[in-house]
Every structure is written in structure tokens, then in C-alpha cells.
């Protein structure tokens, strides 16, 4: 599986857009970027993912870059209540189910 | 309301003892996974199943069972054999798309072993 480096922490002041990046430089053709968020003691959230293109939905948008060797997950306007652990995970599959490999994630504070 | 299950949210064992996590899931997802989560740690795959009757080892298997008996029920039994079983447990699922391969998956609320 591709190995994914993020930053360990970040701050974004609330309303602002908080961009949380992330390398990918060995991910291959197949493989997919994912973005999840885990906040204290709950199940990861899944956010949204994407192969190549950028992508967009209601809650953040993701911007790969043409190489495909990192990506952007932006969220618009941030809240409080985004204030998680965000993991950037590269996968394809494994003899046909979906491996999520977990790093360290990125710690994101929103600040009042 | 569709979602995944998990319960209880904490668990207290004597060590040496055995037990059983629940995960039901009513999304009607073809694929189950177990992961745990230690603190300040990320995920790691304990089991996975595609399909009813049939599963497959993670990377961390030792000292874990599974079952896939029905579609929407895959628990995990902690057994004596695991070393260190005090850990956040999460389940997830997932469809397949129609091409075959297994797609985003969707995590339970998780549940909190303690063996004291």
C-alpha cells in the first residue's frame, strides 16, 4: 500500500477555509485517495475521495494535483465542530476488498 | 435509521477471559471489516469478511475470531490468546460497486475494551 505523510497539526481560525495537506508520492494508477476525520472517541467519518479528478461535495472538497503525488482537502468555512484528526489514505484492493491503511493523521484545532 | 451498530460502547473483562463484540449493520453492504485502535495511534485491520460465510486474516489477527454467519452481523471475539486486547474496537462496511470492487467504507461508533 502507498504511505501517506501528513502534517502532525494544524490551526485554521473559524469561518475560515482550513487546507490540510497531504503526499502520496508512491501511490500507483489504481489506487484511490480517501479522506476521513475521526473526532475523540468516535468511528472515523468518512468525508470523500477521488482517482484523479478534483472532487466536490457538501462537506469538503479535495484537490489532487496532476501527478497525482499529493492532494488538498479543503474545507470552506470551518466550525468548531470540525475540530478532528483527518486521515489521507491511499488504497486500491487487496485480492478484492478495500485496505485502509491508517498513519497519524493530522490534528486539526479550529479556533474561535 | 440505516447504520452500523456496535455495542456495547465500554466493556469491562477479567483477564483470561473471553468476549464478544457486536457489529450489525442494516446497510445491506456486501463487506465487514474490524480494526483497532490503540491511543494516539491509527487504525490497524484485524479481520475482514466479502461475503457470508468467508473471511480473511489483517494484519493484526492473532488472538481474534470471527464469524459472517448472516450479512448484517460480523462479531469479533477477543479471546484469552491476545496480549494486549484493552483498545478501541471499530467496525465498518461496505458496498461493492458494480464493477466488484469493495467501496468506501462506513465505521461504527466503536467500542472501548478495558481487561482489568
Known amino acids: 500500500d502507498a504511505k501517506t505523510t501528513q502534517p502532525p497539526s494544524m490551526d485554521c481560525a473559524e469561518g475560515r477555509a482550513a487546507n490540510l495537506p497531504c503526499n502520496h508520492s508512491?501511490?500507483?494508477?489504481?489506487?484511490?485517495v480517501y479522506w476521513y476525520r475521526q473526532i475523540h472517541s468516535q468511528g472515523p467519518q468518512y468525508i470523500i475521495h477521488?482517482?484523479?479528478n478534483n472532487e466536490t461535495n457538501e462537506m469538503a472538497s479535495l484537490i489532487i494535483t496532476e501527478d497525482r503525488k499529493s492532494s488538498t482537502l479543503i474545507l470552506p468555512h470551518a466550525t468548531l465542530r470540525d475540530t478532528a484528526v483527518y486521515y489521507c489514505?491511499?488504497?486500491?484492493?487487496?485480492?478484492?476488498?478495500?485496505?485502509?491503511?491508517f498513519g497519524q493523521g493530522t490534528r486539526l484545532t479550529i479556533n474561535p | 435509521d440505516g447504520g452500523i451498530t456496535q455495542s456495547p460502547k465500554y466493556l469491562f473483562r477479567k483477564e483470561g477471559q473471553n468476549v464478544t463484540l457486536s457489529c450489525e449493520q442494516n446497510?445491506?453492504?456486501?463487506?465487514m471489516y474490524w480494526y483497532r485502535q490503540d491511543p494516539g495511534q491509527g487504525l490497524r485491520l484485524i479481520y475482514y469478511?466479502?461475503?457470508?460465510?468467508?473471511?480473511q486474516k489483517g494484519d493484526i489477527a492473532e488472538g481474534y475470531s470471527v464469524s459472517r454467519e448472516k450479512k448484517e452481523s460480523f462479531p469479533l471475539t477477543v479471546t484469552s490468546a491476545q496480549k494486549n486486547p484493552t483498545a478501541f474496537y471499530l467496525c465498518?462496511?461496505?458496498?461493492?460497486?458494480?464493477?466488484?470492487?469493495?467501496?468506501?467504507?462506513?465505521f461504527g461508533p466503536g467500542t472501548r475494551l478495558t481487561v482489568l
Open positions: 477521488g482517482l484523479k
Open positions: 469478511s466479502q461475503i457470508v460465510n468467508d473471511f
Open positions: 465498518a462496511s461496505s458496498p461493492r460497486t458494480s464493477g466488484g470492487r469493495t467501496d468506501t467504507q462506513y
Open positions: 446497510l445491506n453492504h456486501d463487506a
Open positions: 508512491t501511490i500507483s494508477g489504481n489506487e484511490y
Open positions: 489514505i491511499v488504497t486500491g484492493t487487496t485480492t478484492g476488498a478495500q485496505k485502509l491503511v
